[in-house]
């Protein structure tokens, strides 16, 4: 939810805006529950759940309406419930501050609106909260709970301590887990909260990411590229990209010459170079050996379409358990090999074809198709276009972001290595939809400089900046 809000902000709609139609919502369900004339309590908390109230207070004109604020104005913890609050008294509306438990009182009320706390609250309730709460179960009044009854945990129905008894709980935009082991009505309203902020990556994708400031090395990811051959770049661009996108630690294994190459191209990288000129069967003990410690394989970029090649890809992912990403060449392998590995397929369009998926110019089509053929390989597809399709064949992700720039090459090594650093943190699809993001705004960021004329080390540069949520809010 914490997500699609901020991608809700960044679509233009803000939170204040959400805050409005919740309280809209509360008051259209008040008066489903109480006619005209009655008097209506409301007992509001100091964060956006006493807000949602605040502002039904202020919809309910033909009610007589007492607004109860449980703690002290001044610790009202959020700006917009702030602002709602000081709305309120501008207006000279009937308000009463509870910051003393002892006195909190109801005047015999026929509806009370719970909305103390929300889905912002775990663990037992405080006071005054806990006394109100006993005196909204004691009084004979309806009542009406926003959001969750305050004390429950909306994701388990469990209370840790005395919570509210609710007759009605009014949720907004979706049903939440724990309403349904409860004993109440509950009406889910919308909000106004945009399909796009839920179909569409957004800032708030990133949250995911927030590192724990306890964490040690090998926490964020030991992620090995296997790669190179033809090619000398495209794996070294792959490695980089892990340590861009927050890996702690990027290994190459790929052939000798390509090895040399690639520690040139940077002292960052753990290169470990095997015999011949392409990758073959003989290397896939070593390399399984190897793949073993580490969080994530990263399989194709660079590694070109040697029969020996795809033949190695193919024995290893047979007998490899662990998280992959494959692109490139490796992709043939991926219909018609047995494995226990996760694995998540970067193709475009033109590759996916090859693997036996179908595509569309339309996006929404192409979204189903992407869906389907997931489910049919039981892998996550990251699908790569102007409009990024990632799907694990049961939930999907759009991502808008990038531009026409990055169909220089490289870019596309530059995500999957990125996807392999994530996907040691993230769940797969997660991983693939934030990496399609991030790597998209990198380009982006790129082209503002750039142009057309960007280069997939530009991206590598820009990709930190891409992964932070806070220069999107
Ligand atoms: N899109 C949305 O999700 C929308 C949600 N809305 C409403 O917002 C609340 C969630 O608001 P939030 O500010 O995050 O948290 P709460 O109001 O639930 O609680 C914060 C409040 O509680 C105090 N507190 C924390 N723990 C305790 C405790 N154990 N006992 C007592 N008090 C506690 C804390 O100090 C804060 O003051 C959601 O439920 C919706 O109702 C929207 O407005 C619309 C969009
Ligand atoms: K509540």
Redesign the pocket.
Known sequence: ??A??VN?ESLGVP?KQ??E???NAVARVCRDLTDPGSSVAIVA????????AL?AARFLKEYDVTVHL??RPE????D??RENWEALVASEADIQTVTDSATFELDDPDLVVD?????????????P??TAARALNDSSATVLS???PSGVD?DTGEAAGVAVEADHVVT??DDKPGLGSLDCDVTVED?G?PVAAEVFTGPGDLLSLRRDPQSHKGDHGDVLVVGGGPYTGAPALAAQAALRAGADLARVACPEHVAREVQGYSENLIVRGFSGDHLAPDHVPELLDFAADRDVVVFGPGLGDHDESLAAVREFLAAYDGTAVVDADALQVVPDVETEATLICTPHQGELVKMGGETDTDWETRRELVREFAADLGHVLLVKGAYDVVSDGDEDRVNRTGNPGMTVGGTGDVLAGATGALASVLPPLDAAAVAAYANGRAGDAAADEFGGGLVATDLLERLPAALEGDQHE
Do not use: K, P, Q
Request: hydrophobic share 45%.
């Open positions: 939810m914490a699609v809000d809700a939170r959400l805050m139609s919740s309280g908390g100091r964060g956006n759940n006493g807000g949602d502002v449980l703690g610790t009202i913890s959020t917009i419930a909305a103390m706390l929300g889905t912002g609250v775990t663990g037992a309730l405080r006071e909260e806990a926003v959001d969750v909306a907004f935009h909000i909260i």
